[in-house]
């Protein structure tokens, strides 16, 4: 009985169709992998249709059944479009992964407010309107699982990344309160609160300010065991959540501590990140100026900082970072549920 009432009780995915956002690489496309293993028939989206063109070959190869649907979650007439078509094609939409992200770093004095529109865009509105658009007919069959993939950048500000975090406290605000609204209607949300996660997606963030100097720690930091997660451990988690109903689940042991220690302690919290934030690298004139993490890469590359990245450098490899064929090396590796913590 107490398992009812809480929502952790284990329950079987298979046959539930899962439309899974921002799936064509990184964490989005590992998560398919991992939830066709569990027999769910996939709808799969992203922006760039070539990419997403890739992703579905690799998974079809996996033997996963997939719908690709090019959609910007950005374009909420494209969203419900997307909707209607996983739904006309499969006659339903049991599980939606709300995955789609997007990410800039530098100081708040060159971020320009398109940086701050665009965060949102993608990682507010661009969960809100998928959520939105499927609900009615979770409502209407009384079942429904909706997982809404946000960060622990939405629980704790970290200086650098403001537009970033701005989203993501809305996106994690709108989940818990989504949850509590549904509870009644047999719709499940669980929170997803990663930390840093080694998905090769430094490649694709954007960095301002002095953009190598931004890049490295950032990628250093999200290339060690200690500070970030791997990625298959990552998916295989956020998998266990959902079978579970769980609420929340925060990824990683740093980003479990540092959440429990700003709940604990928050002026604690704010005046440590404040001293980290002088040891940062200060702004440059140019606000405009934007480099991607892959160009940055090709400047500051060496022996030395590629063996410090080489978890990351794999996964990037592995999990479509890169445009073009480099990207499908290794998408034949089966997703396997096996070591679930």
């Given amino acids: ?65 997939v719908l690709a649907l090019a959609c910007d979650v950005t374009d909420r007439g494209a969203v419900e479009r997307m909707i209607e078509a996983a739904t006309r094609h499969y006659g339903h939409v049991d599980l939606l992964v709300n995955n789609a992200g997007v990410i800039t770093a530098g100081p708040l004095r060159n971020m320009t407010l398109a940086d701050f529109e665009s965060a949102m865009a993608v990682m507010f ?20 699982r909706i997982v809404n993939v946000t960060s622990i950048g939405g629980k704790v500000a970290v200086p650098h990344l403001l537009p ?36 090769g997606s430094f490649l694709n963030a954007f960095f301002k300010g002095q953009q190598e100097l931004e890049f490295a720690p950032f990628t250093v930091l999200a290339s060690l065991p200690f500070f970030s997660i791997d990625a298959r451990r990552a998916a295989r988690q956020i998998i266990r959540a959902t079978k579970r109903k769980e609420a929340e689940r925060v990824l990683s042991l740093s980003a479990t501590i540092l959440a429990r ?18 040891v940062l690298p200060g702004p440059t004139p140019d606000r405009a100026a934007l480099a991607r993490g892959m160009d940055i890469h090709e400047r500051v590359r060496s022996r030395v900082f590629d063996t410090m990245i080489g978890w990351n450098l794999d996964a990037a490899r592995r999990l479509h970072q890169y445009p073009g064929p480099v990207s499908t090396q290794g998408h034949a590796r089966p997703f396997s549920a096996r070591g679930l913590p």
């Fill in 125 to 144: 509105w661009g969960l809100v309107y998928p959520t939105l658009a499927v609900l009615p007919q979770m409502i209407e069959r009384g079942q429904g």
């Fill in 164 to 199: 970033y975090a701005c989203a993501k406290f809305a996106a994690v605000g709108f989940s818990e309160g989504l949850r509590a609204e549904l509870a009644r209607d047999g719709v499940t949300v669980t929170t997803i609160a990663p930390g840093l996660m080694r998905t």
């Fill in 261 to 278: 220690f700003h709940g604990l302690f928050p002026g604690a919290t704010a005046t440590i990140l404040g001293l980290l934030n002088r």
């Fill in 1 to 65: 009985m107490a398992s009812l009432l809480t929502g952790r009780r284990r329950s079987d995915l298979r046959g539930e169709v899962a439309l899974i956002t921002g799936a064509s690489r990184g964490l989005g496309f590992l998560l398919a992998q991992g939830f066709a293993a569990e027999g769910c028939p996939l709808a799969i989206c992203a922006r760039d249709g070539a990419e997403l063109e890739r992703a579905r070959e690799a998974l079809e190869a996996g033997g996963a059944t």
